[in-house]
């Protein structure tokens, strides 16, 4: 079944502790892109790749980091969390990142930070 | 990429059909009109996309007017279950890696 996966599912942790969400998808696309939704924001883009060791910055990329070594990966890093980053987190995939495709999302990861 | 507009809420009672339409004015011709929905706490979900006139598959229909600056995404009888935000995305497949979800439309269907 083609899919996204994103792991863990909820996440609690305190201030300063790295931590990381992953992602995987396996479609064999070549773009893949992290969001967080915060009530009455929406969907916000924190970073997306194009292909393995590509990645760009969206919106809102402060505080997080990226790496995209294999095509099926795009594991989300926070390097020292903090509370404003208590979010739901969700990662999608599509073949070649034109809005004209289809964006296949995870099931979502909800983040708290003490 | 093309901003895109949309009432913020709507409420429906379960049967009846749904018109969600949304405001493009600067497509390009080369932009496609995409639709999503999104349930609480999950991700959002393809439901149809279409460049031009009409667009139908098991779940709704699209309708693009001729000058393509709106769009309307149509459910027929919905259900309880139909109760979601549903968010229009426009654009094609250059100079857009970015993704802009705005607020949506959270649909609400009564019993």
């Known amino acids: 079944e083609a899919q996204v996966t994103q792991n863990p599912r909820y996440l609690i942790t305190v201030t300063g502790k790295k931590l990381t969400v992953t992602c995987s998808q396996n479609?064999?696309?070549?773009?893949m892109s992290w969001y967080r939704q915060d009530p009455g924001l929406g969907l916000r883009q924190i970073y997306y790749?194009?292909?393995?060791?590509?990645?760009d910055k969206g919106d809102v990329p402060e505080g997080y980091k990226v790496s995209r070594k294999e095509k099926r990966n795009f594991p989300l890093i926070l390097e020292s969390p903090s509370p404003n980053q208590t979010s739901l987190y969700f990662c999608a995939s599509s073949l070649y990142g034109g809005l004209n495709e289809k964006l296949f999302f995870g099931s979502g990861t909800q983040l708290s930070v003490l | 990429l093309a901003k895109t507009t949309q009432p913020i809420s709507m409420d429906s009672y379960e049967g009846q059909e749904v018109n969600i339409t949304c405001s493009h004015n600067?497509?390009?011709?080369?932009?496609?009109i995409t639709w999503y929905q999104q349930f609480p706490s999950q991700g959002p979900r393809f439901i149809i996309q279409g460049y031009k006139t009409k667009v139908t598959n098991e779940v709704a229909s699209l309708f693009i007017p001729a000058d393509r600056k709106s769009s309307t995404l149509s459910l027929p009888r919905v259900s309880l279950s139909d109760t979601a935000v549903y968010y229009c995305l426009v654009g094609g497949n250059t100079g857009g890696f970015k993704t802009i979800f705005g607020a949506g439309t959270r649909l609400f269907v009564k019993a």
């Open positions: 479609m064999n696309h070549e773009y």
């Open positions: 600067n497509i390009a011709t080369n932009d496609y």
């Open positions: 790749s194009m292909n393995v060791e590509v990645t």
